[in-house]
């Protein structure tokens, strides 16, 4: 038996014995469930970015190269083991090894799993304190796995230098942190309503999406504050109830982990904003440590009891829970799916053949990159220090991420110093995005150049043909 699987036994007995065929059947479905959803997910949308910077580089045929890639700034992309060593007064060596072991892949999936591992062992001393004891040498190994970054300490700083002097991330405010704890689950019915894209996005802030989500963020609530009454209850009871004892670290744990996105809101008023909504989906798992929890307050053990409408109701609100993620998959419109869908094979089928596009947008450029099948590869990026500070914020982000990929030797060619290019091209198309406006930061203010709308792709892109109408200063001299 695996160490993992022997950890969930011994937490509480026989599990797997003890699990009635609707719950195995339950279990199960929720596996197809969440693997349907992905792939009806992964056939309805384009690559995202930052999954098209993994494409890049584990087609690295290198690995040396790889790994001296992403140490210069290429961009790279718990519980059963904590509830074992809550439950042993000395755990063994073994087990220790495989918490020490399990920390450094969490840190190592992303820098920010330190803070989830840091309220992993958070959780831990606040259990033990409860039991009156300190146990140093588990604390020790828990925290030796993140000793695993030092490996990756020179990627840790280039991708700190990438952000400055400032870096993408907005300021987060406490609406955000509020809203997170949803984790989106008031899109649904808010998409359901309007099912056009369009007109979801302009009722945002309409009092129906405020309704639904604040009875969420009630509903939330109310399922926490049951959840603490449970562990509160467990913390203070007779020791003897052995069976509540032992479900109690993972209730601590789970609530440690929910606290992620406060963590990360009080880092980015105090260090550096941090706040992504996608930096806090991991502790859903906490969610999902309540939810089990509550449904434990409420007794549902004891559902064949019910009369049959209560219990024909349980009964419906599982289903609908399990095919939940199916249901989302299927209802979502593609502009929902690819927010930033770029329409590739328009965009090469409009380009006439000897004509550079310049693309203003990194995340443009790289789709570009990963699905444009044109042969002659006519897309490059351009680099301008002065351009990146007076355009958006994610430019100076851009500038040094795209600086690092050429310089390590990915898509070298492509990436191009913007005087140099503008000294030897009289004539390019521009791939333009308003929301995020290459041309406003760069091109208006360069005198010598006449522009025009070649195409609009898209309502937030557009080509724009420029042409070269005088010489620039500073062309042809050493």
């Not at 601590?252 to 406060?262: D, K, N, R, Y």
Request: net charge neutral.
């Amino acid at each position: 038996m695996s160490s993992s699987s022997k950890a969930l036994s011994d937490v509480d007995g026989p599990a797997w014995e003890k699990m009635s065929a609707g719950e195995i059947l339950l279990l199960c479905c929720s596996f197809v469930s969440l693997l349907v959803s992905c792939i009806l997910w992964s056939s309805r949308k384009q690559e995202w970015v930052d999954e098209i910077y993994t494409w890049t580089e584990v087609n690295d045929p290198l690995l040396w190269h790889l790994y001296h890639a992403i140490q210069h700034g290429a961009d790279g992309g718990m519980p059963l083991f904590y509830a074992r060593l809550a439950e042993q007064e000395s755990p063994k060596l073994n087990l220790l090894t495989g918490a020490m072991l399990a920390q450094a892949a969490l840190v190592l999936s992303h820098v920010l799993g330190v803070i989830y591992g840091g309220l992993i062992l958070v959780a831990l001393v606040i259990f033990d304190a409860t039991k009156r004891r300190f146990r140093t040498r588990v604390y020790v190994f828990h925290a030796a796995g993140w000793l695993a970054l030092l490996v990756w300490s020179p990627a840790i700083l280039a991708s700190i230098a990438v952000g400055k002097p400032h870096g993408w991330i907005p300021m987060p405010v406490k609406l955000d942190v509020l809203v997170s704890y949803t984790f989106q689950m008031w899109m649904n019915p808010i998409l359901l309503l309007h099912r056009d894209y369009e007109l979801t996005q302009r009722h945002y802030e309409d009092f129906m999406v405020h309704a639904v989500r604040h009875l969420l963020l009630l509903l939330v609530a109310v399922v926490f504050l049951s959840v603490l009454v449970k562990l509160w209850r467990n913390l203070t009871g007779e020791p003897s109830k052995l069976e509540s004892n032992k479900r109690t670290p993972l209730l601590i744990v789970g609530f440690s982990i929910l606290a992620t996105p406060l963590i990360l809101l009080i880092l980015s008023h105090l260090v550096t904003p941090l706040f992504v909504p996608r930096y806090a989906v991991p502790s859903a798992i906490g969610m999902a440590i309540i939810l089990a929890a509550f449904a434990d307050v409420l007794g549902l053990d004891r559902i064949r009891k019910l009369p049959s409408v209560p219990a024909v109701t349980w009964a419906v609100l599982v289903i609908v829970l399990v095919a939940m993620p199916i249901i989302s998959a299927l209802i979502l419109v593609p502009e929902y799916v690819n927010v930033e869908y770029l329409d590739v094979p328009r965009i090469d089928a409009l380009i006439p053949s000897g004509v550079p596009v310049v693309v203003g947008w990194q995340h443009d450029f790289f789709k570009l990159m990963r699905y444009s099948r044109r042969a002659d590869a006519p897309y490059v990026f351009l680099l301008d220090w002065p351009s990146a500070l007076n355009g958006n914020a994610e430019f100076v982000t851009d500038f040094h991420l795209m600086k690092n990929y050429r310089q390590v030797g990915y898509y070298s060619r492509y990436i191009e110093d913007q005087s140099d290019f503008l000294c030897a091209h009289p004539y390019f198309l521009l791939l333009d995005n308003q929301t995020r406006s290459w041309f406003d930061a760069a091109y208006k203010n360069l005198p010598g150049f006449k522009a025009e709308i070649f195409a609009v792709i898209d309502k937030d892109r557009e080509l724009i043909a420029v042409h070269k109408a005088s010489p620039l200063v500073g062309c042809g001299q050493s």
